[in-house]
């Protein structure tokens, strides 16, 4: 900072700070602007560079719209579950909430949200970066700028199902293609000579590959990125369907392994660890259920029936109202 003030001034450390402070530590849609570079840039590379050789020996020319409508599926979800309303807890909805997921003592005790200045249900938490209380609360993800809760849980999953199925489809085409096009040009017989000291070599593995990057660079490195994003998304969408499984989330799981530590430092710690129970596991499909069959927090029972005692309130008085504004008839003449 030193440095910089002394190059830039004394207002460039404060600048500094405040842009670290933007990107770090409030919402912001840089993560996102990144995404979309990464996934319409890499879906182009791939037609610039793949789509020239299909259709071909093991590639039939209808991937070339299938693989469209997998892009769009993996931008349709991922847009989704950018919008999507995560479940925020708010006066209205609060006392349904804590009846829906009461406490249970062991993770969530009866507590209050100074800054939301609302009682917390149980399975919420307050979001610093939405400055929000969500109902269900799994985390704050990046990548969509916005929580992750009750109302928009079943969106992420499927955001990361189709990026899952998206990298795989383009790795798979993009290995076909390269097998395909060693096959249509006999590379694997071929005689290669080095441009430089023009020695002549005959084909091993390591030489077609460097061919292909040589001739069709853009493609082996959209394959390659598909194929290690797509082993990393393959483990964490798995991660999140277990979280699912065990009627749990990853916010939850932190609070589990906490206390598990915690109890197994005390005497008959280990004992205390096979009594905890989580009461919000009610079974593979009922948890499944719950996600993709979520509740909307915005129509719970207490509020439907405020709703409707607003509404009774207010009739008499749109009645008095045109009563009021009507105009009596004027008398007929004799």
């Given at each position: 900072?030193?440095?910089?003030?002394?190059?830039?001034?004394?207002?460039?450390?404060?600048?500094?700070?405040?842009?670290?402070?933007y990107?770090?530590?409030?919402?912001?849609?840089?993560?996102?602007?990144?995404?979309?570079l990464?996934?319409?840039?890499?879906?182009?590379?791939?037609?610039?560079?793949?789509?020239?050789?299909?259709?071909?020996?093991?590639v039939?020319?209808?991937?070339?719209?299938?693989?469209?409508?997998v892009?769009?599926?993996?931008?349709?979800?991922?847009?989704?579950?950018c919008?999507?309303?995560?479940?925020?807890?708010?006066?209205?909805?609060?006392?349904?909430?804590?009846?829906?997921?009461?406490?249970?003592?062991?993770?969530?005790?009866?507590?209050?949200?100074?800054?939301?200045?609302?009682?917390?249900p149980?399975?919420?938490?307050?979001?610093?970066?939405?400055?929000?209380?969500?109902?269900?609360?799994?985390?704050?993800?990046?990548?969509?700028?916005?929580?992750v809760?009750?109302?928009?849980?079943?969106?992420?999953?499927?955001?990361?199902?189709?990026?899952?199925?998206?990298?795989?489809?383009?790795?798979?085409?993009?290995?076909?293609?390269?097998?395909?096009?060693?096959?249509?040009?006999?590379?694997?017989?071929?005689?290669?000579?080095?441009?430089v000291?023009?020695?002549?070599?005959?084909?091993?593995?390591?030489?077609?590959?460097?061919?292909?990057?040589?001739?069709?660079?853009?493609?082996?490195?959209?394959?390659?990125?598909?194929?290690?994003?797509?082993?990393?998304?393959?483990?964490?969408?798995?991660?999140?369907?277990?979280?699912?499984?065990?009627?749990?989330?990853?916010?939850?799981?932190s609070?589990?392994?906490?206390?598990?530590?915690?109890?197994?430092?005390q005497?008959?710690?280990?004992?205390?660890?096979?009594?905890?129970?989580?009461?919000?596991?009610?079974?593979?499909?009922?948890?499944?259920?719950?996600?993709?069959?979520?509740i909307?927090?915005?129509?719970?029972?207490?509020?439907?029936?405020?709703?409707?005692?607003?509404?009774?309130?207010?009739?008499?008085?749109?009645?008095?109202?045109?009563?009021?504004a009507?105009?009596?008839?004027?008398?007929?003449?004799?």
């Open positions: 900072k030193k440095a910089l003030e002394k190059c830039f001034g004394p207002r460039a450390p404060a600048a500094l700070d405040a842009a670290w402070d990107v770090c530590y409030q919402s912001n849609p840089i993560v996102q602007i990144f995404y979309l990464v996934v319409v840039g890499g879906y182009i590379a791939f037609v610039v560079g793949g789509y020239q050789h299909v259709p071909n020996t093991y039939h020319w209808i991937h070339k719209y299938l693989g469209f409508v892009f769009c599926m993996c931008v349709g979800t991922w847009w989704k579950a919008i999507t309303d995560p479940g925020i807890v708010t006066r209205r909805n609060v006392e349904d909430l804590c009846e829906i997921w009461p406490w249970d003592d062991q993770i969530f005790q009866q507590a209050f949200c100074s800054t939301c200045d609302l009682p917390k149980a399975r919420s938490k307050h979001c610093g970066l939405c400055n929000v209380c969500v109902a269900k609360f799994d985390h704050h993800c990046i990548w969509i700028n916005n929580c809760g009750v109302g928009n849980h079943k969106w992420f999953l499927m955001f990361l199902f189709w990026h899952l199925v998206i990298c795989s489809y383009g790795a798979g085409m993009g290995i076909t293609i390269c097998v395909d096009l060693v096959q249509r040009k006999n590379l694997l017989t071929a005689t290669f000579i080095d441009p000291t023009k020695e002549r070599h005959t084909a091993t593995y390591l030489i077609i590959a460097q061919y292909l990057l040589a001739t069709e660079g853009m493609l082996i490195f959209v394959t390659a990125l598909s194929t290690i994003m797509g082993l990393v998304l393959f483990g964490f969408f798995l991660w999140h369907l277990h979280l699912v499984r065990k009627g749990t989330t990853t916010n939850e799981l609070k589990w392994s906490h206390i598990r530590w915690y109890l197994k430092r005497e008959d710690g280990e004992q205390k660890v096979k009594e905890l129970n989580n009461i919000y596991n009610h079974g593979m499909f009922a948890n499944f259920r719950e996600v993709f069959l979520p909307n927090v915005h129509r719970l029972p207490r509020q439907l029936a405020q709703e409707a005692r607003v509404k009774e309130a207010c009739k008499p008085a749109a009645v008095a109202r045109k009563g009021g009507a105009r009596p008839n004027k008398p007929k003449k004799g």
